[in-house]
């Protein structure tokens, strides 16, 4: 099944490696800086509130609301063309931060902003686990 996925794949770098770690074992995670608190998605160096460089990662919930979304008609790479038309959404966790992934199957006709959400993983390969979103 792994073999099949050529779709892009995130790199995974020093500042995104906890958040990799966690998704792979289907937690959703954010940035927490451990001098202020901030919670904070995506990953940064540096916390964006103080510029505290001691961060680490946390588990969140995972659920959320939904803020927006779009539906993608056309593959801009040759992998995504046999999902068109495919979903992404804006969730906000309950936990804090905004988060985009894809929203797993067809939108709802009753969709509106401040649907409940929660996170699905979609393990693609053996280390890469996506975030994507379901109605709660
Ligand atoms: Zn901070």
Redesign the pocket.
Known sequence: MFNSYDKPLPIIDEDSKGYWEHARAHRLSVQV??????RHFPPTP???????NT?SWEPVSGRGTLVSWVTFHRAYWTAFRDDLPYHVCLVQLEDGPLVVGNFVGAIPENAAMGMPMKVQFDDVTPDISLAKFVPA
């Open positions: 800086c451990k001098a202020c608190g901030h540096v916390c964006p509130a103080c510029l505290s961060q």
